[in-house]
């Protein structure tokens, strides 16, 4: 602490700025300038300060036409001078010199890179915005806006060209922090009302339409970063974790005329990148349910229509996705025939010529999978219909255009799946690709909220009577079980992938079998094998439960109690033995150490005698 009363060497900043002719450049050519910036160096705060300093600082931090040995050190050195956090400094910039923020601002006005489509060719491309650079900048703009909150939001808000400069860079993931940081601030009182500026100026249609088919699919992942972002600092599904509540923003994704948009560019045959698009939007849409299914695990209201998990609190501005999933609803027949058709061409590969799965595939088994979490939402189901209604309506051709109309969004989800026979395709699938897990999971997934569903309301019991009639999946889990056990037999063979989930499946329509042997076992005695099914439990079931309970190496031999009461008795007598041994050694050593020291003594006494 000797610098407190001046026993320390002069810095050589100090030694500069005593000079008048003193420029900024010259400082930044010193090692110590960031560290005499950061202990807020008096002299060089008061240099900094001053107009024109100030304004070629800001000027250095997004300057273009800089020397090669400039520029990179002198953005980075400008932005790390400002985020010293100097509150002279940051007033100056925001409060009194309002100037010199509207010149740091128009580095947005710069060309921005054109969004590429590739049904128009382009003869020249802009490359937009030195990364580097930009990030800078958006370090600087995110200081002052901590600094001075609601004067920031004042002077973005006041232009509403502003959130359009935002856009033309989002491609660069610093602006994109910045837009994302601006919607994060409405949870501050001083940001109040910014969310619903952001919208009232087309945030959420510039997303939208980056999801464009013939785009590019780096417009893709930017516009679902941005939205997936959005949803998670808006979700309302954990009351515990943070959130900005519901907003405007949700307000539109979540509407039928978005949500329709949304899947004609998810179901654009012709576009070149349509695949990108669905492998995006599912993302949002997935997002959008997970972080909005605000009731599915409350215990209040489950009792009398699903089941639940486990009991969390609910929000109070819950999201209704009810048009969302109608018109999601409407497309599942084609989805279902992407599963059957897909864009995928056959490869050959070292075991044959086959049609991989594909992402495209797997995400509308992803989608498929969430939309039937999304329909056991009690806000989705608050009118389920009377049993009488549904009871013998498993022939959907029987249910009338009235009926369709009445029926909660939820079963009205679950009778397209069962009209489409979403559940018998994704169960060919399952067993099509023995080997991708990420499948299995999924399948498993949707099979597990059907079995376990209520068998006594709703469309559910229909949906189960399709997956095992039409499915007919209880004989292809015997096939499985067949296939798997030659492929075991063989020299060097393994396992087949799917033999973990397919007992846990075989697990939940055991159960089912037990639970409601009159309302599903007797719907589909007359097109199931139930004979062969109860051989297969009785034996390759049994057998494979037995053996999964077992310890991964075997058998220990500490788990047989004899063994291990002879094991303790022979320990025992190996430690007294032990014990003694050493005891006796202990004495031994004693003894001979106590006889030496007596000899010793009687010579040293019969010399004494001896001189005397």
Not at 72 to 81: D, M, N, Q, T, V
Not at 169 to 174: K, R
Not at 565 to 574: Q, V
Request: glycine share 4%; with cysteine.
């Amino acid at each position: 602490m000797f610098w407190r009363f001046g026993f320390h060497n002069p810095s050589p900043i100090d030694t500069l700025l005593d000079r008048e002719d003193i420029k900024l450049e010259e400082l930044f050519e010193e090692e110590d300038l960031l560290q005499e910036a950061k202990s807020h160096n008096q002299k060089l705060v008061e240099f900094l300060l001053k107009p024109e300093n100030l304004a070629l600082l800001l000027h250095y931090v997004t300057a273009p036409d800089l020397e090669e040995s400039q520029r990179f050190k002198y953005p980075y050195l400008a932005s790390e001078i400002i985020a010293c956090e100097i509150p002279q400094m940051i007033d100056a910039i925001v409060m009194e010199h309002r100037p010199l923020l509207e010149s740091l601002w128009a580095y947005l006005d710069r060309p921005a890179a054109s969004r590429r489509r590739l049904d128009i060719p382009t003869e020249t491309e802009n490359n937009g915005l030195d990364p580097l650079q930009a990030s800078y900048f958006c370090k600087v703009i995110n200081i002052c806006m901590a600094k001075h909150t609601s004067e920031m939001i004042q002077f973005i808000t006041s232009k509403p060209e502003n959130l359009k400069k935002i856009l033309s860079h989002l491609q660069i993931s610093s602006v994109m922090d910045l837009l994302l940081t601006l919607v994060r601030i409405e949870e501050l009182q001083e940001g109040k009302g910014t969310v619903q500026w952001l919208s009232d100026h087309g945030l959420l249609e510039d997303l939208v339409d980056r999801l464009d088919p013939y785009l590019d699919s780096e417009e893709h992942s930017i516009a679902q970063q941005c939205l997936c972002e959005i949803i998670r600092l808006s979700q309302t599904s954990i009351l515990e974790s943070p959130s900005i509540g519901v907003n405007e923003l949700i307000i539109q994704l979540k509407s039928q005329s978005v949500m329709e948009k949304l899947t004609l560019f998810m179901l654009d045959k012709t576009a070149p990148n349509s695949t990108s698009t669905l492998t995006n939007s599912v993302a949002i849409i997935i997002d959008l349910i997970r972080h909005n299914n605000n009731d599915m695990d409350s215990e209040i209201g489950l009792e009398e229509n699903y089941p639940c998990q486990n009991g969390q609190l609910e929000r109070d501005d819950s999201v209704s996705l009810e048009e969302m999933l109608k018109v999601l609803a409407d497309h599942v027949g084609d989805f279902s025939n992407i599963l059957l058709n897909p864009k995928s061409s056959a490869l050959t590969t070292a075991v044959g010529t086959n049609v991989p799965l594909g992402f495209e595939r797997l995400k509308i088994c992803e989608l498929f999978a969430e939309l039937l979490h999304c329909s056991n939402m009690i806000n989705l189901n608050a009118s389920i219909i009377e049993d009488s209604q549904v009871e013998d309506s498993f022939d959907t051709e029987r249910t009338t255009t009235a009926e369709t109309s009445n029926l909660p969004m939820g079963d009205y989800l679950k009778q397209k799946f069962i009209e489409h026979k979403v559940m018998p395709i994704c169960i060919q699938l399952f067993f099509a690709f023995p080997w991708n897990n990420f499948l299995h999971y999924v399948v498993y997934d949707m099979l597990h909220q059907v079995l376990n569903g209520r068998m006594d309301k709703g469309f559910n019991r229909q949906l189960t009577i399709s997956v095992l009639v039409d499915g007919q999946l209880t004989d292809l889990i015997i096939k499985g079980q067949a296939t798997n056990d030659i492929e075991s037999a063989k020299f060097k063979g393994t396992r087949l992938g799917y033999m973990g989930h397919l007992t846990f499946i075989a697990d939940e329509i055991v159960k089912v079998f037990e639970g409601y042997p009159e309302s599903i076992v007797n719907a589909i005695k007359s097109s199931v094998d139930l004979e062969q099914w109860t051989h297969y439990c009785n034996n390759e079931l049994k057998d494979t439960k037995e053996r999964d309970r077992l310890p991964l190496g075997g058998a220990r031999p500490q788990d047989d109690p004899i063994a291990m009461n002879e094991e303790e008795e022979e320990f025992s007598r190996s430690v007294t033995n032990q014990v003694s041994i050493e005891s006796h050694s202990q004495f031994s050593r004693y003894l001979v150490h106590r006889s030496g020291n007596n000899r010793v003594d009687d010579e040293e006494e019969n010399g004494d005698h001896w001189t005397m």
